[in-house]
């Protein structure tokens, strides 16, 4: 239908239609009105794909106050959808400051993530302590804590409380998709799998007799058929489950150590040479 120009009691009897039930008539008033709301509303906002779906909203908020009786009829019909127009501007703008708000609120929790999280400032430095991590010989479940609690930065209550159940294969999931994230950008995925995945993923594949040979695991009822990424991470607690943690992540840590010492090289992957008499 095209926009025509209405005339003052034109415009009265479209509206008093319209008021009885008669959609032709709105439809009418619709395309008389549609383009001067539109640029109304797109003046105010400067974006004319919003101007389009806020001109519509204009129409039903409108429309709703004609059924209900709202219209002063010594008004034009513009008038209204005049100053519903300004109403749904108003709410526009309310809305997009809480959405900027809330991405100011985010980005502030990033900024402050980078300034305390050391893979945003040295990545090559902590994947190369992660890969170290992998191959340092500890035990799985000991690997996957220290990542937790020196790699993500949890507390080993909050791991017994909401991890306690989980299996080691589940937790092995959730920390490397965690510490890939920041870290997308340095590496592809396949280079992450292969050089940091690969080697906890080929011990947890081993059965469990044969990664936990010490006597602390001889009465958990571990067969040599049981693989060791089923099991639950509450099954290598005993006593205090934190502190249980608390004493992986210093033997993990240890092993580390000795890695590092033994190849002689730096945490953030540079060779250094040897000194005589060491």
């Given at each position: 239908?095209?926009?025509?120009?209405?005339?003052?009691?034109?415009?009265?009897?479209?509206?008093?239609?319209?008021?009885?039930?008669?959609?032709?008539?709105?439809?009418?008033?619709?395309?008389?009105?549609?383009l001067?709301?539109?640029?109304?509303?797109a003046?105010?906002?400067?974006?004319?794909?919003?101007?389009?779906?806020?001109?519509?909203?204009?129409?039903?908020?409108?429309?709703?106050?004609?059924?209900?009786?709202l219209?002063?009829r010594?008004?034009?019909?513009?008038?209204?959808l005049?100053?519903?127009?300004?109403?749904?501007?108003?709410?526009?703008?309310?809305?997009r400051?809480?959405?900027?708000?809330?991405?100011?609120?985010?980005?502030?929790?990033?900024?402050?993530?980078?300034?305390?999280?050391?893979?945003?400032?040295?990545?090559?430095?902590?994947?190369?302590?992660?890969?170290?991590?992998?191959?340092?010989?500890?035990?799985?479940?000991?690997?996957?804590?220290?990542?937790?609690?020196?790699?993500?930065?949890?507390?080993?209550?909050?791991?017994?409380?909401?991890?306690a159940?989980?299996?080691?294969?589940?937790?092995?999931?959730?920390?490397l998709?965690?510490?890939?994230?920041?870290?997308?950008?340095?590496?592809?995925?396949?280079?992450?799998?292969?050089?940091?995945c690969?080697?906890?993923?080929?011990?947890?594949?081993?059965?469990?007799?044969?990664v936990?040979?010490?006597?602390?695991?001889?009465?958990?009822?571990?067969?040599?058929?049981?693989?060791?990424?089923?099991?639950?991470?509450?099954?290598?607690?005993?006593?205090?489950?934190?502190a249980?943690?608390?004493?992986?992540?210093?033997?993990?840590?240890?092993?580390?150590?000795?890695?590092?010492?033994?190849?002689?090289?730096?945490?953030?992957?540079q060779?250094r040479?040897r000194?005589?008499?060491?």
């Open positions: 239908m095209e926009r025509r120009f209405l005339a003052e009691s034109e415009e009265l009897a479209l509206v008093e239609a319209a008021i009885a039930g008669d959609p032709e008539a709105w439809g009418i008033l619709y395309n008389a009105f549609l001067p709301v539109r640029g109304f509303i003046g105010r906002i400067g974006v004319t794909e919003d101007a389009e779906d806020l001109a519509q909203e204009c129409f039903i908020r409108a429309r709703r106050s004609l059924d209900q009786g219209f002063d010594q008004y034009r019909l513009y008038t209204l005049r100053n519903v127009a300004l109403h749904v501007v108003q709410d526009y703008w309310r809305h400051a809480r959405a900027d708000s809330r991405l100011s609120e985010q980005s502030h929790r990033i900024r402050s993530l980078a300034a305390e999280t050391r893979s945003f400032h040295e990545p090559l430095e902590r994947l190369e302590l992660l890969r170290l991590v992998f191959v340092c010989g500890a035990k799985p479940h000991q690997i996957l804590m220290f990542g937790f609690v020196k790699l993500l930065q949890w507390r080993p209550r909050e791991i017994v409380k909401e991890r159940e989980s299996s080691l294969m589940s937790l092995t999931d959730e920390f998709e965690s510490y890939y994230a920041p870290l997308e950008h340095y590496m592809s995925q396949r280079t992450f799998h292969s050089t940091f690969a080697p906890l993923l080929a011990v947890m594949d081993s059965p469990a007799v044969e936990y040979g010490e006597r602390e695991y001889d009465d958990r009822g571990m067969s040599s058929e049981l693989a060791v990424g089923s099991l639950a991470l509450k099954v290598f607690f005993g006593g205090d489950p934190a249980n943690i608390s004493d992986w992540c210093d033997r993990v840590r240890t092993c580390t150590r000795k890695l590092i010492a033994a190849t002689n090289i730096e945490t953030h992957g060779s040479p000194q005589r008499g060491n």
